[in-house]
C-alpha cells in the first residue's frame, strides 16, 4: 500500500486540532478515559482476520506470532485502562493544613497531570504492541494525552487499519476525533516536523539508535525542550557462571538456542551476547548451541531495509580480527531472509573492538570466552546500557562475586535470573527501559502501566476550596483512589 | 576568602574516589542512609552562629533569613531521612510467579536503585537549603548516591564550613570520605568538567536561565546524556480575578507588598507578574501597593553579579515602550542594593514585547493593564512555563472561567488560591519544579521527598531466589514498607 506524506502545512493543522482535542480529553474522568481503551480493545480485535492478512503481508511475520501480538495488544489497553481507573498513577500526594503554625501550614494536594499531545513513532518489529494503538499510545492516553502516530512505513496498511479502530473507538465514546490522528510520513522531515511543533510535549518511540538519537536531540534543541522516551538499541548480555555452567551447559544452550532466533531475532530483547568462562563447559555449551542453530532455516525480516542492514552488520561483525563464525544455518538464504549465526571471541578482542559492542539486530549472537571472572568484570564494566542483562548462576556464585553483580546490575534495567531475556511480561513490575542508550532516559518504562508516568507531571494544589479540587484530590475521596495523606499510605477522607 | 579552582586532573581522580565510595554507599539499608542524613543535621548545627556570621559577611542575607534558612536545611535533612527509611520512593512492586500459566509467569519485582554520583551546583540565593547540604544533596543521598558538589562562588566560605559537617559526618558513621565530595570552581570550566565526566550520572542545579540551559545542553551532548534537574526561570504570574478584585483589592496589595520585596526579591518564586482587569479595583491595588512600596528601602542584594544583573535588567524593563514605571522606593540605593520597583503596562504591549516575560531578579514586579478577560486568557497563552502561578479569585470565577484556569494550570508545577507564591512548604504534596523553562523537566521536583526519584531508576529482578533479593523486595518484607503486589497496596509478606 502505497501513503502520501503529510505535509507541514498539514501538520500545523492537524496539531491545532488535536491541542483543542486535549483540552476535552483531559478534563475525561479516569473511568471514562479507561471505558474509552476498552473501547479501542474492542474495536481492534473486531478488524478481525484481515488485519493479521495485511500484516502478514507487510512484515512477513508468521500468523501465529501476529495473534499473539495482537492480544497483547488487546490486554496492554484493557490492563493499563485498569491501571488508569486505579489511580496510583496520579501519585496523589495530600498534606492537610496547619492553620496555626506560625506561618500558617497550607493545605497542599498534588497529582499527575497529563503533558499535552504526544507523539508516538510505530516501531517495525511490534505492528501492534508498540506501533498505532500499542503501550504508548495507551500510555498516553490513560495519562489523559491526545496521541498523534506517524505510522511505520514497513506497515503503513496495518496502521490504516487499526487507525481506523482507534477513531471509531473515540466517535462511539463521543470525543473529538483529533484525539488521535494518524500521519503518514516516509521522510525523516515528517518526524522532524512532528518533534519540532511547538503543540507537542512528549515523544514515544521503538526502534534503531540512529533514528532515536535523532528525534532525542531535536526534542532537545527546541525552544522549549520536550521529553522523549526512546528505546533504541540493546544486545542484552547473558552471564555464565562457571559453576552453573558445570552442570546445566546443555539445558542452557537449548534454551537460549530457542531465545535467539525467537522472530528471527527481532525482539529488542534478543540475547545477541553471551558471556562465559573459556572451558569445557562452556565449549558443551557452544557445541549444543550450535547444533540447535545449525537445524534452523533462515527467516523472513521484517523488510528489506533491516534485512540489509543485517547482512551488512553481521558481515562486518563476522569481519573483525579475532572474530571465529561457529555455527551457522546450512541453508542458503532467500531473498529478505535472515541466516541464524553464532560467533565467538575472546575477553580482550571483545574489550578492545567498540564495533562488537553494538548490535545486530537479527539471529545473530557472539559467544564471548573470558580468561577467568575478573575479565568478566572487565567485558561488564565495557558495556553500555542494556534494556536486560541475565545471569545463569547458581545462588553461591551471586553471593562470591558481589562486585560483578553490582557492575552487572548497574547496566541494565531488567536483571534476570536463569531464564531468558525475551518475553516481556506486561505488569506493573516489569522495567521495559534500561541505561543509555538502551533508552533515553533510565528511569522510566515503555512496558507496564508505569509507563503511562512518562506522559504526566505533578502539580501542586494549594490552598483551593474542596469544591473546586480535581475529584482525585478531594476531601471525600470520591473515587476511593490511594493516597499519601501526611505521609501516610491512605484510602481515607482527608 | 579566596579558594583555587579544581583542576581538571584533580577531578578525575576524585570522581574515580567518587565511583569507589558509590559502591560502598548504595548498599547501605534506608536505615543506615537515614542516620547519615541526621548526622549532617546534627553536625550542621554545631556549625553554630560562626556559621551564619560568615554566610552574613558572603550574602548579605540578614542574620534572622539566615537563622531560618539553617533551620529549613536541617528540617530538610531530617524528613528527606524520614522518606528515605519509610521507602515509599522506592515504588516497590511485585507480581508473583503463575507457574502454570503457559508460558509460565516468572516472579518480578521491581524497585528504584540509584543511578551513581549527582553533581549539585550549589545557589546564589539558598546557602544552606539549595546549596552544600541543601535540598539536592539531602535528595541524592536517600536515592543512594554520592554526591559532588561545586561550592557557589558568592558563599565559598558557607559552603566550605558545611562541607567539613557533612564531612564529618560521613566519617561518624563510617563512610568512605569520597560520599561527599566539595569542589571549587568560579570558572566555568570546572562545572563543564564535572557534568562532562563519564562518572556523573545526573545533576541538580538552582540558578539563572543561563547557566542551567548550558549544563542541560553539556548534559545532553554526552556520549552518555544524564538527567540534569535544573531550576531556572520563573516569574510566578499572580491572577487577580476582577470580583475578588472588587472586594479584595486593598487587601490583597498589602499581601503582595510583602511577598514582592521579601528576601529584596531575590527568591525563585517572587512574584514578578500581576495581571489583573483594568478597572478602578485594580487601580486600588496599584496605588495600595505603590503606597507600601515606597515605604520600604533599597535592600543588600546576595552578590555584585546579581545587583548588576538587576540594575541592568530593570533598566531595560522600564526602558521599554509603553511600560510606565508606578512606584519606587524613594530612597538612593547604596552599592548593590536593589530598589523596589512597580511597573505597569497594558496587555497588548506585553503580548507583543518578549523583552517584558522575562526574569527581572529582585524586588521588580509588572502589572499588566488587560480589558477584559479575553486578554487576560490571550496573555496567559504567551507566558513560558513557570515554578508558580497564583489565582486571586472567588471559586464562582474559577467556575466561569474554565479555559482560562486551565491554561495558567498548564504553564504552572505549583497552582495557589488565594496566596502569595512566596513561602515554599517542604512536605511530600510539594511541587518544586514546573514547564520549562522553569525547570529542566516538569516531571520532577528539588523541594519534597518525591525529589528524590530525580537521582533513582528502576530496575526488575525476574525470577530472583528470596534470599538474594534486596531487604526491600523480599518475600516476607522485613523493612515492612508499602508495595504493589499482583497491582494491590500492600505491607503484607508476599
Known amino acids: 500500500m502505497e501513503f502520501k506524506d503529510t505535509t507541514a502545512e498539514e501538520i500545523n493543522v492537524l496539531l491545532e486540532e488535536s491541542w483543542k482535542a486535549f483540552q476535552v480529553y483531559r478534563k475525561l474522568s479516569l473511568k ?8 479501542i480493545a474492542i474495536e481492534m480485535e473486531a478488524l478481525g482476520d484481515g488485519l493479521l492478512r495485511i500484516t502478514g503481508e507487510e512484515t512477513q511475520l508468521p500468523e501465529a506470532r501476529l495473534r499473539n501480538e495482537r492480544t497483547r495488544t488487546i490486554f496492554q489497553l484493557n490492563s493499563y485502562a485498569a491501571a488508569c481507573e486505579r489511580g496510583e498513577w496520579l501519585e496523589a ?3 492537610t493544613a496547619v492553620p496555626d503554625r506560625n506561618p500558617p501550614r497550607p493545605d497542599m494536594r498534588k497529582m499527575l497531570v497529563p503533558l499535552g499531545p504526544v507523539v508516538v513513532f510505530g516501531a517495525a518489529n511490534f505492528p501492534y504492541a508498540y506501533s498505532t494503538a500499542g503501550g504508548d499510545t495507551a500510555c498516553a492516553f490513560a495519562a ?6 506517524k505510522a511505520h512505513p514497513g506497515h503503513a496498511g496495518t496502521s490504516e487499519m487499526v487507525a481506523g479502530a482507534v477513531s471509531r473507538a473515540a466517535e462511539k465514546c463521543g470525543l473529538p476525533s483529533a484525539v488521535f490522528i494518524h500521519i503518514h510520513g516516509a521522510s525523516f522531515e515528517v518526524g522532524k516536523a512532528l518533534v519540532e511543533h511547538p503543540r507537542v510535549k512528549a515523544v514515544g518511540f521503538t526502534g534503531s539508535f540512529q533514528g532515536g538519537k535523532q528525534l532525542f536531540d531535536w526534542a532537545n534543541q527546541r525552544k522549549e525542550p520536550i521529553p522523549v522516551f526512546a528505546e533504541m538499541s540493546s544486545i542484552n548480555p547473558v552471564f555464565l557462571f562457571p559453576e552453573k555452567m558445570n552442570t546445566s551447559a546443555v539445558e542452557a544452550a537449548t534454551q537460549y538456542a530457542g531465545s535467539i532466533s525467537l522472530g528471527v531475532g527481532q525482539f529488542c530483547t ?5 558471556i562465559g568462562i573459556d572451558n569445557e563447559d562452556l565449549q558443551l555449551f557452544i557445541d549444543t548451541l550450535s547444533a540447535e542453530i545449525v537445524k534452523l532455516s533462515p527467516g523472513n525480516m521484517l523488510n528489506p531495509g533491516i534485512f540489509k542492514n543485517y547482512v551488512e552488520k553481521r558481515a562486518n561483525a563476522l569481519a573483525q580480527e579475532g572474530v571465529e563464525m ?4 546450512p541453508i542458503d538464504p ?3 531472509q535472515g541466516t541464524p549465526t553464532i560467533a565467538t571471541t575472546s575477553g580482550q578482542v571483545f574489550i578492545h573492538n567498540p564495533i562488537l559492542h553494538r548490535e545486530v539486530f537479527g539471529p545473530y549472537s557472539l559467544v564471548i570466552r573470558c580468561k577467568d571472572m575478573a575479565e568478566m568484570l572487565e567485558v561488564t564494566t565495557h558495556l553500555e546500557g542494556q534494556l536486560t542483562a541475565t545471569l545463569m548462576a547458581n545462588d553461591n556464585e551471586i553471593r562470591d562475586h558481589v562486585d560483578l553483580v553490582e557492575a552487572i546490575r548497574d547496566i541494565c534495567g531488567r536483571y534476570i535470573m536463569n531464564g531468558v531475556p525475551t518475553g516481556v511480561e506486561v505488569c506493573l513490575s516489569m522495567q521495559h527501559g534500561g541505561p543509555y542508550p538502551a533508552t533515553t532516559d533510565s528511569r522510566f518504562t515503555s512496558v507496564g502501566a508505569d509507563g503511562i508516568k512518562r506522559f504526566a507531571r505533578p502539580v501542586a494544589f494549594q490552598n483551593w476550596s474542596n469544591e473546586l479540587l480535581p475529584e482525585e484530590l478531594k476531601k471525600e475521596n470520591p473515587l476511593g483512589i490511594w493516597r499519601t495523606v501526611n505521609d501516610e499510605k491512605s484510602k481515607r477522607e482527608s
Open 270 to 274: 534478543n540475547p545477541g551476547l553471551i
Open 144 to 149: 489523559g494525552c491526545p496521541v498523534i502516530v
Open 326 to 329: 561457529v555455527a551457522v544455518s
Open 334 to 336: 532467500e531473498l529478505n
Open 32 to 39: 471514562q478515559r479507561a471505558e474509552f481503551m476498552r473501547t
Open 93 to 95: 500526594r495530600i498534606d
